[in-house]
């Protein structure tokens, strides 16, 4: 997907959602770098400004407060998954600009019903300046390079890397540098990652932060494509691997560490998380995915993702056995949670 900056009206951006759904929903997830604005939560109250997130204003969350009222109008039954639709052209829009570029509405909007309340609580974080830049990518492949390394160089032109030093400042609205930050995630621990991107993003200054269920490091080479299509682990269109082994090895994951990027625990088994998940699988997917991550990689372990990209509230005992084993963050479609 291309990252762009275009102003846009409140009333444009709305009809381009409703009369194109298919462009996000057939979205090519699993071969393109994907722009999102994740909000963290839980960071010091107090106005946005220049200190707190390079270009970003409240400009940029009330855009998307009447973005979200105006489809709510037109869609009653609107939900999280929508508001995600909502966030995501929001970022394909103003990724670059951070909101300097949106246009207010001119007219006044339909009466009716307000979009959940969690749109409340992303657009007061866009304004205080908590909104997190970070382009996701899931298989890499190389067919694809050409587009990965115009994408990459882009962004160097444009944001500092958000590495583990800085994280925390980054979530907190306490950003200092100049330019704001990105943060380039790569899920599920593909071979590729290691064999395309990475390199990519090493040559124009880039930490990567890698996002993998612990258990698929641990498949054998001859069963990881059945695992892959068990689990919800989407693969590239075009095969690159005739040796059948499409995971990262746990000497390659120790090899990134060590040459400076970050780890995180996207659950055990590819996994996601429901009101009713038994405590048992709770505990395989949580506390041994971050212990079988720890004892791999000899380093701390403290972002942990679901599959689906779950906030918490889904399930308190998750959360729970979350905080108890150390976590101190969760990312979900939305947010960066601060657990600890």
């Known amino acids: 997907m291309p990252i762009h900056s275009q102003a846009q009206s409140v009333e444009t951006s709305i009809a381009m959602l409703v009369a194109d759904p298919e462009r996000i929903e057939t979205t090519k997830y699993a071969e393109m770098g994907v722009p999102m604005f994740v909000i963290g939560e839980d960071a010091p109250s107090g106005p946005a400004d220049a200190s707190s997130g390079g270009a970003l204003t409240s400009n940029l969350g009330e855009h998307f407060r009447q973005l979200a009222n105006a489809l709510a109008a037109r869609k009653p039954d609107l939900v999280q998954d929508d508001v995600a639709k ?4 929001l970022a394909e829009r103003h990724f670059m600009d951070g909101g300097n570029g949106v246009a207010t509405a001119t007219t006044a909007l339909a009466p009716g019903p307000e979009a959940p309340p969690i749109v409340a609580d992303l657009s007061d974080g866009m304004a205080r300046g908590r909104a997190v830049r970070v382009v996701n990518f899931h298989a890499t492949p190389r067919y694809r390079e050409p587009e990965f390394r115009e994408q990459i160089a882009e962004l160097a032109r444009h944001f500092e890397p958000i590495t583990p030093a800085n994280f925390a ?43 993998v269920p612990s258990g698929f490091l641990r498949v054998p080479a001859h069963e990881q494509r059945t695992f892959a299509a068990g689990h919800q682990l989407h693969l590239p269109e075009i095969d ?13 994951a120790r090899e990134i560490v060590g040459r400076g990027h970050a780890f995180a625990c996207h659950t055990r088994t590819h996994h996601a998380v429901l009101p009713d998940t038994p405590r048992a699988v709770l505990d395989n997917e949580i506390v041994v995915a971050k212990a079988e991550m720890e004892a791999e990689l000899g380093t701390p372990i403290d972002i942990y993702c679901w599959l689906e990209g779950a906030a918490t509230g889904v399930n308190p005992e998750a959360d729970t056995m979350l905080r108890d084993a150390g976590f101190r963050y969760l990312f979900s479609n939305f947010k960066i949670q601060r657990l600890q």
Do not use: K
């Not at 909502?86 to 052209?89: A, D, F, V």
């Not at 690159?240 to 390659?252: F, V």
């Open 86 to 89: 909502l966030l995501e052209i």
């Open 169 to 211: 400042s980054a979530v907190e609205g306490r950003w200092d540098h100049p330019r704001p930050g990105v943060m380039p995630v790569l899920f599920e621990g593909y071979r590729d990652n290691l064999d395309v991107l990475l390199p990519i993003l090493e040559e124009f200054g880039f930490t990567a932060w890698f996002f």
């Open 240 to 252: 690159e691997y005739p040796d059948q082994r499409i995971a990262l090895t746990w000497d390659e």
